[in-house]
């Protein structure tokens, strides 16, 4: 059974930092690219980051762009995501999600992780 | 990037079929067959319900659909249940630089 499971979120002032911490089981987990997604409290989806499987290459949205930077563990089946000077509007619950096939959708998600970018 | 354009709700009642659009440019889903779609209840994580415009996951129920026209595709529910209550979100892959783009999210409603 294929599980991600997402870690690390919390309270942060603005301008600080924060890692998160997505843990993979049930894949071939450096087969696959892995993406964060975020969803600010009533909002709705806004893709922030992905890797491929080998950690070669990796995209931002423009809205984090030089403020996070996402990595992998192959040997860990671990994803990461650090969030350097953080902003009210970072505020979200942060998905850890499974590429499909082709990197072109996301098939599976964990349960979040909320992050709360305040003073 | 700006969000694809999504109805804000749709409702229908049981038995009977909704459908939802999704519209995008001919950057994201005019250039590619790859929009999906996911389902969303609340405090839940999106769970994938059509990939590929057209294709179920194993395990999605078969009232489930999708399809695609130019910029704008869609996703049909036959067959409307209760538990089909959630919010719906299109996304597509994109030529532009975030590689993928969510839709602005339908609220269905079980009448």
């Known amino acids: 059974e294929v599980q991600v499971v997402e870690s690390g979120g919390g309270l942060v002032q603005p301008g600080g930092s924060l890692r998160l911490s997505c843990s993979a089981s049930g894949f071939s987990f450096n087969n696959y690219a892995m993406n964060w997604v975020r969803q600010a409290p009533g909002k709705g989806l806004e893709w922030v980051s992905g890797?491929?499987?080998?950690?070669?290459?990796?995209y931002y949205a423009d809205s984090v762009k030089g403020r996070f930077t996402i990595s992998r563990d192959n040997s860990k089946n671990t994803l990461y995501l650090q969030m350097n000077s953080l902003r009210a509007e970072d505020t979200a619950v942060y998905y850890c999600a499974k590429a499909g096939n082709w990197n072109v959708y996301f098939d599976y998600w964990g349960q979040g992780t909320l992050v709360t970018v305040s003073s | 990037q700006s969000a694809l354009t999504q109805p804000a709700s749709v409702s229908g009642s049981p038995g009977q079929s909704i459908t939802i659009s999704c519209t995008g440019t001919s950057s994201d889903v005019g250039a590619y067959n790859y929009v999906s779609w996911y389902q969303q209840h609340p405090g839940k994580a999106p769970k994938l319900m059509i990939y590929?415009?057209?294709n179920r996951p194993s395990g999605v129920s078969n009232r489930f659909s999708g399809s695609k026209s130019g910029n704008t595709a869609s996703l049909t529910i036959s067959g409307l249940q209760a538990e089909d209550e959630a919010d719906y979100y299109c996304s597509s892959y994109t030529s532009s630089s975030t590689n993928y783009v969510f839709g602005t999210g339908t609220k269905v409603t079980v009448l």
């Open positions: 590929d415009v057209s």
């Open positions: 890797i491929s499987g080998s950690g070669g290459s990796t």
